[in-house]
């Protein structure tokens, strides 16, 4: 049972068994709580709003009733989330051991977890063997092979390529079997006497067009065909990621949700749907407040800042997740003369970049900037490198969306 497994002895998130108290909002909106928690300090600081978790949740249950949510937690492993989902009835999509014991430290039942990463190391399959975590992915003969020899009681995934060009974040150089290779994988896991229990895709993370769906579920309904000739009736669909954090300009969850939907009857009614939201879930859960710790003029007339969070910590996204933050100021400001403004990072590295050249009314030492969405990709990869800190102090608080 999950009980068994002890996360404290891996590297996982500090609050990982911890308790965290989450504040209710009543009237305060949320510059009135990032001023709060502002007063009297110095240090970089994230709010994060489950209020906004469980309601995407809600969401996506009113616009894919049949597609169960296993949260890609590779995007922000962060507990009170998990742990938040998990009590929704969501499932989770780990790519690693670490993952997987954090979530099953969280309470989750192994049959609620896939192991979803293609391409896995030895350690790995057997600790998923030892978990009893039977669903994981593969998308080669050599993946196939090994994972037999492991662990042959695991029920395998195909994990098909798609077409990623519409997406900012593709995949399928890395993973993903080419239709071409669908009929002889289905007939090497015949010969071998493996489980393949359906087919999952990712369409690449920050997907900007349902179409990508729409090919990748064509596909995905092709090899449910193919796989009938290799004695598979198969009983599995994972829709994988690339669901949008932020309803945007070009697409919105609604529309992805709405090009999904009429191709589900494409497959029979005993097959089971999953998907593998990581972004969706997470992206607007989280603002970050920086304080302006040290300022520069420069000859030009413009300002440099320097602010206690930077691209080797939660704006790792800038590089990893090609996202523009855009800063807000906490005191208003909005009436006074813009000039021209660098943001930097605190660490001694000139790539440490938030922001360049942009305009905002002139700053002090001690004022704060906030960023909204920084929930996705953010703190799942910062570092502590030259010794600042990798995660901000957190505050949780419970709005009403
Ligand atoms: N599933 C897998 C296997 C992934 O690699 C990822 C990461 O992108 C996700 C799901 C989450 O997808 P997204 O970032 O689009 O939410």
Not at 38 to 57: M, Q
Not at 76 to 87: G, K, Q
Not at 88 to 96: H, I, K, N, Q, V
Request: charged share 20%; net charge negative.
């Amino acid at each position: 049972s999950c009980e068994d497994f002890t996360v404290t002895q891996y590297k996982v998130p500090k609050d990982v068994n911890n308790k965290w108290s989450v504040e209710a909002t009543g009237d305060r909106n949320i510059e009135d709580i990032l001023s709060e928690k502002a007063a009297d300090r110095e240090d970089a600081f994230f709010i994060i709003d489950l209020g906004r978790v469980t309601d995407k949740y809600k969401r996506w249950k009113e616009e894919l009733p049949t597609v169960k949510p296993f949260f890609a937690i590779k995007c922000n492993p962060n507990t009170a989330i998990i742990r938040t989902l998990a009590s929704l009835g969501t499932g989770f999509d780990c790519a690693s051991m670490t993952e997987m014991r954090q979530v099953l430290g969280c309470g989750v039942s192994p049959s609620d977890i896939i192991f979803a990463n293609p391409t896995k190391m030895r350690s790995h399959i057997e600790f998923a063997k030892g978990a009893g975590i039977k669903l994981m992915t593969f998308d080669n003969r050599d993946e196939l092979v090994k994972v037999h020899s492991i662990y042959p009681e695991a029920e395998l995934v195909l994990r098909i390529i798609t077409d990623d060009s519409h997406s900012v974040c593709g995949f399928s150089s890395k993973f993903g079997a080419p239709m071409s290779s669908v009929e002889d994988l289905l007939s090497t896991a015949n010969s071998l006497g493996c489980t393949v229990r359906g087919v999952s895709f990712h369409v690449g993370s920050n997907c900007l067009s349902p179409l990508a769906f729409e090919k990748a579920i064509t596909s995905a309904a092709a090899v449910f065909r193919l796989a009938e000739g290799y004695g598979y009736r198969m009983d599995f669909l994972d829709l994988g990621g690339g669901w949008p954090g932020v309803d945007g300009a070009d697409v919105t969850f609604s529309d992805m949700a709405a090009a999904v939907r009429p191709l589900l009857p494409l497959f029979p009614p005993h097959v089971r749907v999953i998907a593998e939201p990581g972004r969706y879930f997470v992206a607007d859960s989280h603002t970050l407040a920086v304080n302006v710790f040290a300022k520069r003029a420069t000859d030009e007339g413009g300002y440099l800042y320097y602010v206690n969070d930077g691209v080797y910590q939660s704006f790792n996204c800038i590089y990893f997740d090609h996202y523009s933050p855009r800063p807000r100021l906490l005191r208003g400001g909005e009436e006074e003369e813009l000039h021209r403004s660098t943001l930097f990072g605190p660490t001694c590295d000139s790539i440490d970049c938030v922001a360049k050249d942009i305009y905002l009314p002139e700053l002090n030492v001690g004022d704060w900037l906030y960023f909204t969405n920084m929930g996705a990709y953010t703190v799942a990869a910062a570092s502590s490198f030259n010794g600042f800190d990798s995660c901000p102090t957190t505050f949780y608080i419970e709005s009403d969306v």
